[in-house]
């Protein structure tokens, strides 16, 4: 069974370090809420990408800021709270100038949080597959909200990776090193190069030239045929999967009901998606049953007797758990 919220912020922040140091590609997988992150983590990956997109997505925004901060916050506390593994959450633009950010880099050490990556574009921002040429932050702006974000930070452990658009937004080579190297300059402890070529032409011309100066994170959603090797090769520290698990699961979830639509039964549906056990695994529901027999069934259990029934009573009822606290008493029972 997993251990569910228990590895401490300092204890994840040492990991996520680790895995920035280490000199195979670490593949990070994308969870937007925390089912997802206890699939990634039971999986076994090392790391969770608690997408900015794929948090949107799943609460049926866009990835333009239309969720508020401290409603992504809560999510992530969700996914941390479920997880063990360290979560490196993408703090856009950081939600505002350089006193927005620190203040999110205290409250994503409170809430267990690892790391934060933060992008060099302007809030609200544009998700970066959406149109082209999108503005970019000041450098001087976004070094001081880099350096604010380092300050800020509660533990030594907590890493801030700086996210460049440069390839994205069309600016260049030259710009995106430029940038990147002043970032590293200012206190990040890893660099985001981002692109939405179709090779990885663009980011191992990056790593090569970058020369393992610090860690280097790429998301390969548009280079998807790249392998590890080549990221082992070039010298990539980290591989965010950006939004496979959201992806996957709209697949699955379209075909799904299409089928029961148009069945109009959901027996050919049944083999095809995942058992209620899986589902009371993954939650830990026999934590919680354990749990009752510790704390709540001793309050239920009848009183005995204080005089011998009469012959013709009827038994004392055991009073009922309410429909809402009622689970099953012995292990969970359901397909
Ligand atoms: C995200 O997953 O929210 C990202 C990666 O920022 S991308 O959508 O590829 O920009
Ligand atoms: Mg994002």
Known sequence: MLAIGTTTAAERQARF???????????????????AGRIVEETGFPAIWASGFGIASSLGLRDSNEA?????????????????????????????????????????GQRQVAAVSVEDKLFPKTNSFVGECQPLADVAEFCGKLRAGKDAQS???????ARTEALISGRGMNEALDRAAAYHEAGADAVFVHSKATTAHEVLEFAARWDRRAPLVVAPTTYHGTTCAQFREAG??????????????????QDVSARIFRERGVAGAEPDIASMRDIFRLVNQDELTHAEAEYLLPVLAPEP???????????????????EGATPRAGVAAR
């Open 68 to 108: 508020s901060w401290t409603q992504v916050l809560d999510i992530v506390e969700f996914i941390t709270d479920a997880t063990s593994i360290p979560v490196l959450f993408d703090g856009d633009t950081g939600f505002g100038n350089f006193n927005n950010f620190r203040r999110l880099v205290r409250k994503l």
């Open 155 to 161: 533990s030594d452990g907590f890493c801030i990776v």
């Open 17 to 35: 370090r680790a895995l920035l140091a280490s000199s195979e590609p670490e593949y990070l997988m994308e969870a937007h809420n925390a089912l």
């Open 236 to 253: 990539i520290s980290m591989v965010i999967c950006a939004n496979h698990n959201l992806r996957a699961s709209v697949r699955a979830m």
């Open 305 to 323: 007797p204080l005089a011998p029934a009469p012959a013709a009573a009827a038994p004392r009822p055991v009073p009922e758990l309410s429909r």
